[in-house]
């Protein structure tokens, strides 16, 4: 269900959305972070997101973010240490990013419809730069550096 927001603008998600930014910080090297490419025929597709979605009636944005992550990458919490969490609040919508720590840069791989055909990819904070990030995700970039830099 789409929904706005006191600004005006169209989101996806009644209740608002949630999702799930894993960091991998190695001993040695650069901290990456793992992205989901969107797909073409979803919302901002063909942009580099966070596996994430609409937060159902009855959950939070935490148990929501889980979900979408098992659901678009089949990504558990095990292992995983939460950091933080952003919230992008609009005003009558609002997103909610998990920031998690994970011991390993794990292969991942979309499950469904919404990874676009680059998949999912590991990408220092250089190299996020880089790519196109979805528009949510570019605005949140400098909060979610600071809580997993």
């Known amino acids: ?85 952003h919230l992008d609040d609009h005003g009558g919508w609002s997103y909610h990013t998990l920031v998690v720590d994970s011991p390993t840069a794990f292969p991942a791989r979309g499950l469904n419809f919404e990874t676009g055909p680059d998949g999912c990819r590991w990408f220092t904070a250089h190299e996020v730069g880089a790519v196109t990030l979805h528009p949510g995700l570019a605005a949140a970039w400098p909060h979610l550096m600071r809580l997993a830099p």
């Open 1 to 85: 269900m789409w929904a706005s927001c006191d600004a005006g603008h169209t989101h996806w998600g009644r209740h608002g959305a949630a999702g799930v930014l894993v960091r991998h910080a190695p001993e040695t090297g650069p901290a990456r972070y793992l992205l989901q490419h969107r797909a073409r025929g979803v919302h901002h597709g063909g942009t580099w997101g966070v596996p994430g979605g609409a937060v159902e009636r009855g959950e939070t944005p935490e148990q929501a973010a889980w979900r979408e992550a098992w659901e678009e990458l089949g990504l558990r919490p095990d292992g995983l240490r939460p950091v933080g969490s």
